[in-house]
C-alpha cells in the first residue's frame, strides 16, 4: 500500500521561504508522477507542480513559475518542495500526490491514484 507523508508547513511571513517534504512508501516509484497539490479555504484543489521521478522533467502552475522548486531524492524516496517569495495567496493545505504511469502535462486532480494527508502552509502579510 502507497503512504505518502508530508511534512514542513507551517507559519511563515511573506517573502519568507519554506520546504516541504514529501516521504513516499509501499512501491517502486519509478513509473509514477509525483506532485503537490494545494488547496486553500472555499476553493478547489489545484496542481502546483509535477516531477516524472525517473527522467527528473518538472512542471509547474503558472502561479508559482521562478518561485518553487520541485526536486526529488530517489535513494530517500523522497519529493520535496522548496518555496521562496511566498505570498499571502500561497496560504493554503499542501497535498502530495502519486499518479501510476502518468505525465507532468497531464496531471489533474482527477488523476491522482494516492494522496497524502497533507499539510498546513500558512503566509501571513
Known amino acids: 500500500q502507497v503512504q505518502l507523508v508530508e511534512s514542513g508547513g507551517g507559519l511563515v511571513q511573506a517573502g519568507g521561504s519554506l520546504r516541504l517534504s514529501c516521504a513516499a512508501a509501499?512501491?517502486?516509484?519509478?513509473?509514477?508522477?509525483m506532485g503537490w497539490f494545494r488547496q486553500a479555504p472555499g476553493k478547489e484543489r489545484e496542481f502546483v507542480a509535477g516531477i516524472n521521478w525517473s527522467s527528473g522533467s518538472t512542471r509547474y502552475a503558472d502561479s508559482v513559475k521562478g518561485r518553487f522548486t520541485i526536486s526529488r531524492d530517489n535513494g530517500k524516496n523522497t519529493v520535496f518542495l522548496q518555496m521562496n517569495s511566498l505570498k499571502p495567496e500561497d496560504t493554503a493545505v499542501y497535498y502530495c500526490a502519486a499518479d501510476y504511469l502518468g505525465t507532468i502535462m497531464s496531471m489533474n486532480v482527477d488523476g491522482i491514484n494516492y494522496w497524502g494527508k497533507g499539510t498546513l502552509v500558512t503566509v501571513s502579510s
Open positions: 509501499g512501491r517502486t516509484f519509478s513509473r509514477y508522477a
